[in-house]
Each structure stands twice: as C-alpha cells, then as structure tokens.
C-alpha cells in the first residue's frame, strides 16, 4: 500500500498564516507546518516526506532575524525538487524573487518597462552609478521586501552625503540597486499573483 503524504507549509512570519492554517484545518487536509527560523533536512534522504511543498519564504526575513534562512531555503528547495516533490513557488521562481537585480534583468529580456536602474556592490560607487539617472532616485537593497532597505534621494548631494556617513543599507548580500523614482498612481501599486503563468488575482497595495 502506497504511504500517502501530506502537504507541507513551510512559512516564516506564523502571523500571515494563521487564516491558511485555520482553513487547512477546517477541510481537515493532511498537512504539516514547518517554521522556517529553526529546520533541517538530510541531503542523504532518497525518500519524500510530502506530496506538496507550499514555499512562503519571505525575502525580508533577514529584517526579522539574522539571516532569515533565505538561502538556506534555495538549497532546501534544489534538495526538494531533485526528490520529485511538486514545489509551489521553487528554485528558480524563489532565485527570482530575492533579486531585484535578476527581476530587472528578466523584465530587459522580456522588452518590459521597468524603472531605469544601476546595480552595485559597495556605497561609494552608488553615487557614480546615479550620474545618469533622474532624480528622484531609491537605494534599495537586492534581498527585501515589504519596502526594506529602500531610501529615497532627492538630489545628489543627499545621495553623496548618505554614502559619507554609512547610511545605505545593502542588506543580505551587499547588492543594491539604485533606481529612478516612480511615484505611485492614486498611492497604491497593485500586485499581481500567478501560478503555473496563470493570473490569480490582482491586490491594490497603498503606500
């Protein structure tokens, strides 16, 4: 008789879930909860513990605690996926995810609009890479989300003066980008959801 698994949620912030968990419970699905602070995994293992691994890793874990376990969860998830477990939102779209560089990058390859930006690696070469940009600008860490490590500069001598007192925050991986400023229309962006490269649904987030 074939072992039957159960869905695993692997979650770093239990606050946002609480309404999934209440719902999971409510259908009496079989599944587990795994906190993503505090794992481990054995590279060994030739086996599968789950029939789904659900990824809510959060790219600005770090900003909650040292680290945050955002690359512990790309190995974690390259081990997953060479086991065969279906992995919603895996290696290569969670590789995605942490790196607005890679995000810019995509988004030039594919011929969509994006906010003109620089990628650098130390503060004292941002103000060189914002020479030919327009301001406003942002200085906005690689790894982040939720608007961490993102600083706003109206003019060059701020930016410069920033970067003279150790201001700038790079955050995980030392990458940042810096960027040309859009201002958001009516205050809100709206973010859009997929799975598969099927739309879901789109939310209006207010700034």
């Known amino acids: 008789m074939t072992r039957s698994l159960p869905i695993a949620i692997y979650y770093e912030h239990p ?33 599968p513990d789950y029939s789904l691994f659900f990824n809510r890793m959060s790219p600005s874990a770090y900003r909650r605690q040292p680290g945050g376990a955002v690359f512990y969860t790309l190995n974690l998830l390259t081990h997953l996926e060479a086991l065969g477990v279906r992995v919603i939102n895996g290696h290569k779209a969670f590789t995605y995810e942490i790196s607005k560089a890679l995000q810019a990058a995509l988004l030039e390859q594919l011929s969509l609009p994006y906010p003109r930006a620089k990628v ?5 070469d941002a103000a060189r890479a914002a020479i030919d940009l327009r301001f406003p600008i942002v200085v906005k860490a690689n790894v982040g989300g ?51 490269g099927k739309y879901l649904y789109g939310i209006k987030v207010y700034s």
Do not use: K
């Open 120 to 124: 650098v690696s130390c503060a004292e």
């Open 15 to 47: 606050n946002w879930f609480r309404p999934l968990f209440a719902e999971l419970d409510r259908r009496g699905l079989d599944y587990i909860r795994i906190d993503a602070r505090c794992h481990q995994y054995d590279p060994s293992r030739r086996e």
């Open 146 to 196: 939720s608007g961490a490590g993102i600083i706003r500069f109206d003019s060059m001598p701020a930016l410069e003066l920033a970067i003279e007192q150790d201001q700038l925050d790079f955050g995980l991986d030392q990458t940042a980008l810096v960027q040309e400023f859009i201002p958001s229309r009516g205050g809100y962006i709206t973010r859009i959801e997929t799975l598969g």
